[in-house]
Structures are given as structure tokens and as C-alpha cells.
């Protein structure tokens, strides 16, 4: 039986998983942004420039950006396998599943595939900043040094 309280948790669900695509999308914009816009010594507002466009890219033509230039290797097929279900959450699901939410199989075989989605999605981001934070520190960047910062940064945040 569909429950207000087990709709609730669909939402949730699938809110989890639009928010948890959105990081991995921006971690995989600004991995492909560094690697084919940014030039060594560019201005900050510049680059910030630059990675405002990009953020405005679909997330398919951020990963065909990458695939042509040959960066992220088999993260790239990953990221692919990740957009066919974001692309299905997003602009199928509803069609496909609302009638039959009532049915306790097809809802929770619904909701199994977004917690799905969400995981992997929350892999490949991890898998992108694993290879972005090493592509940096081949850069000479110190990876450790912007971590720090960033964590003191949110903390201030989140302490404010």
C-alpha cells in the first residue's frame, strides 16, 4: 500500500539522487574545464569565467567534451551509464512508473534504481576527484593545501 509516509520517502528518494547527480556533474565540469580550458598563469575571474559556460553545458556534452579529448578514461563509459538513467529519472520515470507505484514490486524495484543511481553517482564524483586531484598534483598543485583551505572554508560556513 502506497502510504503518504512511503511517498514521502520516494520523493526523497529521488531528491537524494538529483542532488547527489548535480556534485557529480560539477566535479566532472570543473575536471574537463581544468583539463581543456584553463591555461597555466589565466586570471581567477578568467577562470571562473570559463567555468561558468561550462557549467551551463548538458551533462552529454560535457562527457563528449572529455571523450574527444581523450581525458578520464573508462570514467568517461561510467559517467555515460550514469547519464542514461539520470536521463530516465528525469524525463521518464514518471510516465513509466506513476500508475504502478501501487504495486509493491514495481515500487520498490523503482526506488531500488534510484538509490542506484544515487550510489553511482556518488562513486563516479568520487572517481572524478580521485583523478582530477591527481591530474593537479602532476600540475605541481598542492592538493593538500587547497583541502585544508576548502574544509576551513565550509566550516566557517556551516558554523556561521
Same mark, same amino acid.
Given at each position: 500500500?502506497?502510504?503518504?509516509?512511503?511517498?514521502?520517502?520516494?520523493?526523497?528518494?529521488?531528491?537524494?539522487?538529483?542532488?547527489?547527480?548535480?556534485?557529480?556533474?560539477?566535479?566532472?565540469?570543473?575536471?574537463?574545464?581544468?583539463?581543456?580550458?584553463?591555461?597555466?598563469?589565466?586570471?581567477?575571474?578568467?577562470?571562473?569565467?570559463?567555468?561558468?559556460?561550462?557549467?551551463?553545458?548538458?551533462?552529454?556534452?560535457?562527457?563528449?567534451?572529455?571523450?574527444?579529448?581523450?581525458?578520464?578514461?573508462?570514467?568517461?563509459?561510467?559517467?555515460?551509464?550514469?547519464?542514461?538513467?539520470?536521463?530516465?529519472?528525469?524525463?521518464? $520515470?514518471?510516465?513509466?512508473?506513476?500508475?504502478?507505484?501501487?504495486?509493491?514490486?514495481?515500487?520498490?524495484?523503482?526506488?531500488?534504481?534510484?538509490?542506484?543511481?544515487?550510489?553511482? $553517482?556518488?562513486?563516479?564524483?568520487?572517481?572524478?576527484?580521485?583523478?582530477? $586531484?591527481?591530474?593537479?598534483?602532476?600540475?605541481?598543485?598542492?592538493?593538500?593545501?587547497?583541502?585544508?583551505?576548502?574544509?576551513?572554508?565550509?566550516?566557517?560556513?556551516?558554523?556561521?
Amino acid at each position: 500500500m502506497l502510504t503518504p509516509a512511503l511517498l514521502n520517502n520516494i520523493y526523497a528518494a529521488i531528491g537524494a539522487a538529483v542532488w547527489h547527480m548535480q556534485f557529480m556533474e560539477d566535479v566532472l565540469v570543473t575536471c574537463v574545464t581544468m583539463r581543456t580550458k584553463l591555461t597555466r598563469g589565466m586570471a581567477l575571474r578568467d577562470a571562473h569565467q570559463i567555468l561558468a559556460q561550462e557549467r551551463r553545458k548538458t551533462l552529454g556534452a560535457m562527457l563528449r567534451d572529455a571523450e574527444q579529448a581523450g581525458i578520464l578514461g573508462s570514467v568517461v563509459g561510467e559517467a555515460f551509464e550514469v547519464l542514461k538513467e539520470r536521463n530516465w529519472l528525469i524525463h521518464r $520515470s514518471m510516465h513509466e512508473v506513476n500508475d504502478h507505484l501501487y504495486d509493491d514490486s514495481v515500487r520498490d524495484a523503482f526506488i531500488e534504481r534510484v538509490r542506484t543511481l544515487t550510489d553511482r $553517482s556518488i562513486e563516479l564524483k568520487s572517481l572524478l576527484y580521485q583523478d582530477t $586531484s591527481a591530474w593537479c598534483r602532476a600540475q605541481g598543485i598542492d592538493i593538500d593545501k587547497l583541502e585544508a583551505e576548502a574544509l576551513e572554508q565550509f566550516r566557517r560556513i556551516r558554523d556561521a
